[in-house]
C-alpha cells in the first residue's frame, strides 16, 4: 500500500488546516502524541446522519491493514505489525487476529492469534471454512481444524510475488470475483509466480494484477497495476486505486482491442474524479480534491488539498447506511486522516466520481495519527474502518535522508483501531443465534452457519439488502455447488428477480457455472435493465456469432438508450465482424456517429472491425454531419490507425474512400489524411502521396491537391479546432518542404501549445531536406525561441540519427548549451555509428557521470556562500527549471514535484543538481526506446500495455510507440534531467536559486 507520495527532492511542509466540520472542533489540535480511542472517537467529524462507534481497540487489535467477517460472522483481522520494515533482523511479525464479542456490547473484547510470524499481511478472504492471505513472497490459505481459534493448516496457494520493492508495493486484497475467481492487487510489485497446484509449469512474470482459482491453482495476469485496494459493483465492474486518484474503472478488458493488430491501447483505466484542473501539469499530475481538517503533511506543492494515499477502493453496495451512498464509492486517504465518497455517476462508457453536494468528507478528524487504510462491510451492514493509528504513515524510502534520520517511523506501532460507521436512524436487525461455540460478534445479522443456511436460504440471499449477506451466499454458492443442481434454480432465480443488483448475481452465478444457453442470453439482451443487457453483451459475446437470433439482438443494442450497452454492443459487435459483416459494420458507424467524442467508443469501434476497415471508412463518411462534429475524432484515430496497418498498394483506396466520400468536407478530410499520411510515412510506406492519389483513379488527385492547398491555410482558420490543425500540420510534413517550411517556421515563432509545437518541429526537421534541421538552430530563429521550445528543437534533433550532424556541429559551435541535453541524449550521441561524429563528440562532450560530476559539485559548494537574491532566483527557476518541475504553481510535473524541497539543506539540494543520478526515485526513472525507424525516444514510463508504451517527456509531451515498432525497450540509469545544468548559470545564480527553493524572503 502507497502511504505517501514518492519523491526525489523530498521534505515534508504543514497542509494548512481546510475548512472545519459541523460535527468536529473548529480549531483541531495538534496531537504530538496518541489519544485514547474515546478521545479520537470524541473529534471525529462526519457527515450528517451517521452515528461512529468503537468496535475493538488495542490490545485486541495492533496495526490493521485489513479485516473480513467468515460466513459465521467472526471477525479476523491482518494485523501489518513490524511495518514498515519489520522486526529485527526484518523479522516478519505480521498476524491474524480472530477476534470475539463475548459480552454483545459491540467492541470486540476477546482475541486470539489465529496466524504468527506472516511477512506483512495485508488481505483476508474466507474461503472453504478458512481464510486467503496475501503476505508476498506468498498467498496462503490458513484454517483452523481443530476448533481452538488457531490455525493449524498453511497451504501456499501461489508464491513469487516481489519483496524486493517497499513493504507498501506488495501484493494485496484478495476479493471474489464475479466470475468465481480470487482477485489480487499487484500492489505495483511484480514477480514470478508459480503454483504448488501445478508443478511443472514455468514461472509467470506478473506483469498486472492477477486472477486465480484456490481449487485447481490456475492463475492468469490480468489488466491493470492496482497499488492498495481493488473492488467490484454489483454488476461486475471492477474499479481501482492509485495513491492520487482514489477511484479508477476498468472500463473494457484489454482481450477485446488484442483482436485488432495496430490497435496502441496502453491505459485501459479511467480516472473516475474530477482531477484539481491545473494546466501547467499536463500529462496526468493533477489530483482530486479533498477537504481535511488535520495538520498533516505533505510531500509535494501539487498534491497539497488533493489525494497522496488513496486505498481501499470500497464500492457501497447496501447495508446500514443511508440510501444516498448506495452505488457510490469510499476510499481512504491515510496521510490526510480521512475517509472519503464519491458518487458514481454514468459518463458514457463509464463513470464520473462526484462528491455529495453539500458535504466536505464522510470522516475526518483534526488528529493526525488517525490512519484509515481499510474498508469493509459487517454482518450488520455497517463500514467498518480499519485505523492503523500511529504517527508516521510515509514508508522511509518515500523520504530523503534528512527527513529520515529525525522520524520517528515506531511510534503507534503496538496501537490500532476498527471503527464502526452507519446511519443513526437505522439499527441493525439482530442475526439468529450463532454457530454453537462462537461467541457472539455483535451485531451479525444474516451471520447464522453456513451449514444451517441451506441451498433455498443461500438463493433468497441474493436478493438481500445488506450486501454482506449477499457476497456470503455468492461465495458458498459458488464453493460447494455444481451446474447439475443450480443451474435450474439460479435461471428461476434470474426470472425472478426484481432488482437489477439480484439479477445480476444470479446471471453471475450462471455464467460462471457455464449456464449462459441461448434462452438466458436472449432474456437479458431484451431485460428491462440496462445493467443486465450490458452484462449479457459483455458475458455472452463468444456465442454470438452461433445464432442469428442473439446476433440480431446485439446489433439492435447498438442503438440502446443506455450509453454503457451500446459501447459493449460495439464491443460485442467485433465477434461477428467475420460472419455477418453487413449487420455489424453499419452498428459499429452508427455507434462511432453518435458516440464518437468518448475515447472509449472510439476504441470499442476500431476493435471491432478487423478485416472490414474500408467498409467501415465507407459507411461511417456517409453518416450525416452534425454539429461538433462526432465523427472527426474517429476519423484522426481511424487514420492513425490505417497508416500504421495499410499495406503500400492499398493507399490508394484510403484517398478514394475519403476524398469520395458523400459526407467528407475539409474537416473529416484532414482529420484522417493529416494522422493517415504522417503515420504511413514514419513506418517508411511510400510516401509520394501524389502518384497514389493519381493512382486512385477519377478526381482523387484534382481534390487531394485542393486538401493540401487548404491545409497549408488552415493554421490560423477559426472554423477548425486545436486538433484538425495539428491533422493540418501532420498533412503538411508529407508536402513539399519549399512551400510548408515557410509556414511552419512561421508557426513555430508563435505558437505556445506543446502537441502543436513538438508536430511542427517534426514537419521542419524533414529526412528528406537536412535543410529543415538546419534552420531550426540558426542563430536568429534560435535566439527568438523561448526555452521550452528550444527543449522540443533538442529533443527532435537527438531522437533521429539523421539529424545528429546538425546538432553535433551546434553543439560544437555552443549555439546550443551542452546543458540542455539529458544524459540519455548525450549516451545517443556517444553510441553513434558515425565514427567521425564520435570523435568530435569526444572533444568537448565529457562523461555524463563520474568523478568530474563530483568535482563539480565541490566547486558549486561556492554558491552557498554568496549572499542570495530568492526574487531573481525566482526567475532561474522559470527559466532552467520548469519544463520538468513544478513549485508555487510554475512549471510541468513531469519529473518530481519540488514543494518539499524546502525542508532539505543547501548541499542536499545542490547535489541534486549537480549530480542527478545521485537518487532517482522510483516513478521517476527514465526509459529509452529504440525503434524500427531508427528513433531514439527517452522520457518517462507513462503507461505500458500489451500494444505499446507511452513515454513522458519534457513539457508534458506524451509519445506513444506500438508494441510492433519497438526494437529495445530499458530503464535507463541516467536522469532525464539535464546534466551540467550548473554551468548554464553564474555561481550568484546558483545561489539565487538555492535560496528560492528553500523558501527563503
Same mark, same amino acid.
Given at each position: 500500500?502507497r502511504?505517501g ?6 521534505g ?17 489540535p ?8 474515546l ?6 467529524d ?5 452515528k461512529?462507534?468503537?468496535?475493538a481497540?488495542?490490545p485486541?487489535?495492533?496495526?490493521p491493514?485489513?479485516f473480513?467477517?467468515d ?5 479476523f ?13 526484518g ?5 491474524i487476529a ?30 472453504r471454512?478458512?481464510l486467503i492471505v ?10 483452523d481444524?481443530d476448533?481452538?481459534? &488457531? ?6 496457494l501461489l508464491?513469487?510475488?516481489a ?12 476479493v471474489?470475483? $464475479?466470475?468465481g475467481?480470487v482477485y ?7 514477480g ?18 492477477l486472477?486465480?482459482?484456490p ?10 497495476r ?7 459493483d454489483?454488476?461486475?465492474?471492477r474499479?481501482a ?10 472500463v ?11 490497435l ?15 494546466p501547467?501539469l ?23 488539498g ?8 470500497t ?11 448506495l ?19 454514468p ?10 453536494p453539500?458535504t ?5 478528524? $483534526? ?6 487504510v481499510?474498508?469493509?462491510?459487517g454482518?450488520d ?13 510515509e514508508?522511509?524510502?518515500y523520504?530523503?535522508?534528512e ?7 515506531k511510534?503507534?506501532?503496538?496501537l ?6 452507519k ?8 442475526a439468529?443465534?450463532?454457530?454453537p ?5 455483535r451485531?451479525?445479522?444474516g451471520?447464522?452457519s ?5 441451498i ?7 436478493s ?11 461465495r458458498?454458492?459458488?464453493e *460447494? ?12 432465480g434470474?426470472?425472478?428477480?426484481r ?10 452465478l ?9 434462452p438466458?442470453?436472449?432474456?437479458a439482451l ?8 450490458e452484462e ?6 463468444p ?12 446489433a439492435?443494442?447498438? /442503438?440502446d ?16 465482424i467475420?460472419?455477418?459483416?453487413? +449487420? ?6 452508427q ?6 467524442r ?5 476504441m470499442?469501434?476500431l476493435?471491432?472491425?478487423h478485416g472490414q476497415e ?10 450525416s ?7 472527426v475524432?474517429v476519423l ?17 483506396e484510403?484517398f ?43 478526381n ?17 482558420q ?9 491533422a493540418a500540420?501532420?498533412?503538411?510534413r508529407q508536402?513539399?518542404?519549399? &512551400?510548408?517550411?515557410?509556414k511552419?517556421l ?8 506543446p502537441?502543436?509545437l513538438?508536430?511542427?518541429i ?11 534541421a ?8 534560435w535566439a ?10 533538442v529533443a ?12 553535433v556541429?551546434?553543439?560544437a559551435? /555552443?549555439r546550443?548549451?551542452l ?10 550521441? /556517444?553510441?553513434?555509428?558515425?565514427p567521425?561524429?564520435?570523435s568530435?563528440?569526444?572533444?568537448f ?9 563530483r568535482?563539480?559539485?565541490?566547486k ?5 556562500a ?5 526574487g531573481?532566483g525566482?526567475?532561474?527557476?522559470r ?17 518530481p514535484?519540488l514543494f ?8 542536499a539540494i545542490?547535489?541534486h543538481?549537480?549530480i ?8 521517476f ?8 525507424? *531508427? ?28 508494441r ?14 539535464p ?5 548554464? +548559470?553564474?555561481l ?5 536559486l538555492?535560496?528560492y527553493?528553500?523558501?527563503?524572503q
Amino acid at each position: 500500500m502507497r502511504f505517501g507520495a514518492s519523491c526525489v527532492l523530498a521534505g515534508w511542509t504543514s497542509l494548512a488546516a481546510m475548512g472545519a466540520g459541523t460535527h468536529g472542533p473548529a480549531s483541531p489540535p495538534a496531537a504530538a502524541s496518541p489519544l485514547s480511542p474515546l478521545r479520537e472517537l470524541a473529534l471525529f467529524d462526519h457527515e450528517p446522519g451517521l452515528k461512529v462507534e468503537l468496535a475493538a481497540a488495542e490490545p485486541f487489535v495492533v496495526a490493521p491493514s485489513a479485516f473480513v467477517w467468515d460466513e459465521n460472522g467472526v471477525l479476523f483481522v491482518a494485523e501489518n505489525r513490524g511495518y514498515p520494515t519489520g522486526g529485527d533482523g526484518g523479522r516478519a511479525m505480521g498476524r491474524i487476529a480472530r477476534l470475539e464479542d463475548r459480552d454483545g456490547d459491540g467492541e470486540y473484547d476477546r482475541r486470539t492469534d489465529f496466524a504468527l510470524d506472516l511477512a506483512f499481511p495485508n488481505g483476508v478472504l474466507p474461503w472453504r471454512g478458512g481464510l486467503i492471505v496475501t503476505c508476498a513472497p506468498d498467498v496462503l490459505w490458513l484454517k483452523d481444524n481443530d476448533g481452538d481459534g &488457531k490455525a493449524d493448516v498453511r497451504e501456499v496457494l501461489l508464491t513469487g510475488f516481489a519483496t524486493n520493492l517497499t513493504t507498501q508495493l506488495r501484493v494485496n486484497h484478495p476479493v471474489l470475483g $464475479p466470475d468465481g475467481w480470487v482477485y489480487l492487487a499487484s500492489g505495483l510489485a511484480g514477480g514470478r509466480i508459480t503454483s504448488p497446484k501445478r508443478l511443472g509449469e514455468p514461472p509467470v512474470p506478473l506483469t498486472g494484477d492477477l486472477r486465480f482459482n484456490p481449487d485447481s491453482g490456475e492463475f492468469q495476469v490480468i489488466d491493470g497495476r492496482a497499488q492498495f485496494g481493488h473492488d467490484f459493483d454489483d454488476h461486475g465492474r471492477r474499479f481501482a486505486c492509485y495513491n492520487r486518484v482514489q477511484v479508477q474503472h476498468f472500463v473494457a478488458n484489454s482481450g477485446w482491442f488484442a483482436r485488432q493488430p495496430g490497435l496502441v491501447a496502453t491505459d485501459l483505466l479511467h480516472n473516475c474524479p474530477e482531477l484539481v484542473p491545473n494546466p501547467l501539469l499536463r500529462g496526468g499530475g493533477g489530483g482530486a480534491r479533498l477537504f481535511p481538517i488535520s495538520r498533516n503533511l505533505t510531500t509535494a506543492d501539487s498534491h497539497a488539498g488533493t489525494y497522496s494515499a488513496a486505498c481501499s477502493v470500497t464500492i457501497w453496495r447496501g447495508g446500514a447506511l443511508p440510501d444516498r451512498y448506495l452505488g457510490g464509492a469510499f476510499s481512504c486517504d491515510p496521510t490526510a486522516n480521512l475517509v472519503h465518497f464519491d458518487r458514481l455517476e454514468p459518463d458514457g462508457a463509464t463513470f464520473a466520481a462526484r462528491r455529495l453536494p453539500g458535504t466536505n468528507e464522510f470522516l475526518r478528524s $483534526p488528529d493526525d495519527w488517525f490512519r484509515p487504510v481499510f474498508l469493509g462491510t459487517g454482518p450488520d451492514g455497517a463500514l467498518y474502518v480499519a485505523d492503523m493509528y500511529r504517527r508516521t504513515i510515509e514508508h522511509p524510502d518515500y523520504l530523503p535522508e534528512e527527513v529520515r534520520k529525525r522520524t520517528d517511523f515506531k511510534a503507534g506501532s503496538e496501537l490500532g483501531r476498527l471503527w464502526r460507521v452507519k446511519s443513526e436512524r437505522r439499527a441493525p436487525r439482530q442475526a439468529a443465534s450463532p454457530k454453537p461455540g462462537v461467541s457472539r460478534s455483535r451485531p451479525a445479522d444474516g451471520a447464522t452457519s453456513a451449514a444451517t443456511s441451506g441451498i433455498a436460504g443461500l438463493l433468497s440471499d441474493l436478493s438481500a439488502t445488506n450486501s454482506w449477506r449477499r457476497d456470503r451466499s455468492f461465495r458458498l454458492l459458488r464453493e *460447494g455447488g455444481n451446474r447439475e443442481t443450480l443451474q435450474g434454480p439460479l435461471r428461476i432465480g434470474l426470472g425472478a428477480a426484481r432488482t437489477a443488483r439480484s439479477a445480476s448475481l444470479f446471471f453471475h452465478l450462471l455464467a460462471s457455472f457455464d449456464g449462459l444457453d441461448e434462452p438466458t442470453l436472449r432474456t437479458a439482451l431484451n431485460s428491462p435493465h440496462p445493467e443486465l443487457r450490458e452484462e449479457a453483451l459483455r458475458l455472452g459475446a463468444p456465442k454470438l456469432a452461433a445464432s442469428v437470433d442473439l446476433a440480431t439482438l446485439a446489433a439492435n443494442r447498438a /442503438r440502446d438508450e443506455n450509453p454503457r450497452v451500446r459501447f459493449h454492443a460495439a464491443l460485442a459487435l467485433g465477434e461477428l465482424i467475420e460472419v455477418a459483416p453487413q +449487420m455489424a459494420v453499419p452498428a459499429l458507424a452508427q455507434v462511432a456517429a453518435r458516440d464518437g467524442r468518448d475515447r472509449w467508443f472510439r476504441m470499442a469501434v476500431l476493435s471491432s472491425i478487423h478485416g472490414q476497415e474500408r467498409a467501415f471508412l465507407v459507411e461511417l463518411l456517409a453518416q450525416s454531419p452534425q454539429p461538433d462534429d462526432p465523427i472527426v475524432p474517429v476519423l484522426a484515430d481511424l487514420g492513425e490507425f490505417l497508416g500504421r496497418t495499410v499495406p503500400p498498394e492499398a493507399l490508394g483506396e484510403v484517398f478514394a474512400a475519403v476524398l469520395n466520400g458523400p459526407g467528407t468536407d475539409l474537416g473529416r478530410a484532414l482529420s484522417l489524411l493529416g494522422p493517415f499520411t504522417d503515420t504511413a510515412a514514419s513506418r517508411g510506406t511510400n510516401s509520394a502521396f501524389d502518384l497514389v492519389a493519381a493512382s486512385a483513379g477519377g478526381n482523387v488527385a484534382a481534390k487531394w491537391l485542393v486538401l493540401k492547398e487548404a491545409a497549408l491555410g488552415s493554421f490560423d482558420q477559426p472554423g477548425l479546432g486545436a486538433a484538425q490543425r495539428l491533422a493540418a500540420v501532420r498533412l503538411c510534413r508529407q508536402l513539399d518542404p519549399a &512551400k510548408t517550411r515557410p509556414k511552419l517556421l512561421e508557426l513555430l515563432r508563435r505558437e505556445t501549445d506543446p502537441i502543436l509545437l513538438a508536430a511542427t518541429i517534426r514537419g521542419i526537421a524533414d529526412p528528406r531536406s537536412p535543410d529543415g534541421a538546419r534552420q531550426l538552430v540558426e542563430a536568429s530563429l534560435w535566439a527568438s525561441l523561448p526555452s521550452a521550445t528550444r527543449l522540443l528543437v533538442v529533443a527532435a534533433l537527438a531522437d533521429n540519427p539523421r539529424f545528429h550532424p546538425v546538432l553535433v556541429e551546434s553543439l560544437a559551435e /555552443r549555439r546550443i548549451p551542452l546543458a540542455l541535453l539529458g544524459a540519455a541524449q548525450k549516451e545517443q550521441l /556517444r553510441k553513434s555509428r558515425d565514427p567521425e561524429l564520435r570523435s568530435r563528440l569526444g572533444k568537448f562532450l565529457g562523461a555524463a557521470t563520474g568523478g568530474d560530476r563530483r568535482a563539480a559539485f565541490d566547486k558549486a559548494r561556492a554558491s552557498i556562500a554568496l549572499k542570495p537574491d530568492p526574487g531573481a532566483g525566482r526567475g532561474v527557476f522559470r527559466r532552467a527549471c520548469t519544463a520538468c518541475h513544478r513549485l508555487d504553481q510554475e512549471g510541468v510535473a513531469v519529473g518530481p514535484d519540488l514543494f518539499d524541497i524546502r525542508n532539505q539543506t543547501k548541499d542536499a539540494i545542490l547535489l541534486h543538481i549537480v549530480i542527478p543520478e545521485h537518487e532517482i526515485a522510483l516513478n521517476f526513472a527514465q526509459y529509452v526506446c529504440e525503434t524500427r525507424d *531508427g528513433r531514439t525516444v527517452s522520457g518517462l514510463l507513462a503507461a505500458d500495455g500489451p500494444s505499446g508504451v507511452v513515454l513522458r517527456q519534457p513539457q508534458g509531451l506524451t509519445v506513444t510507440v506500438p508494441r510492433a515498432d519497438i526494437v529495445k525497450l530499458e530503464a535507463s540509469p541516467l536522469s532525464l534531467m539535464p546534466q551540467e545544468l550548473e554551468k548554464t +548559470m553564474t555561481l550568484q545564480e546558483l545561489a539565487d536559486l538555492l535560496a528560492y527553493l528553500k523558501g527563503e524572503q
